[in-house]
């Protein structure tokens, strides 16, 4: 996913109307990066209980 938002952005950004779209893009790489190597806790458990 983060390497479509990158190949994503090169073709918006020759546009000047594309420039803020290709800066969305760049922006979202991070965010569909985050979830890996992250552990999911389920809510019902106290904080920190393992």
């Given at each position: 996913?983060?390497?479509m938002h990158l190949v994503t952005s090169i073709p918006l950004f020759v546009s000047?109307?594309?420039i803020p779209f290709g800066w969305a893009n760049l922006k979202l790489i991070p965010v569909s990066l985050t979830p890996l190597g992250r552990e999911?806790?389920?809510?019902d458990e106290p904080w920190g209980g393992r």
């Open positions: 996913m983060a390497l000047i109307i594309g999911i806790v389920p809510t």
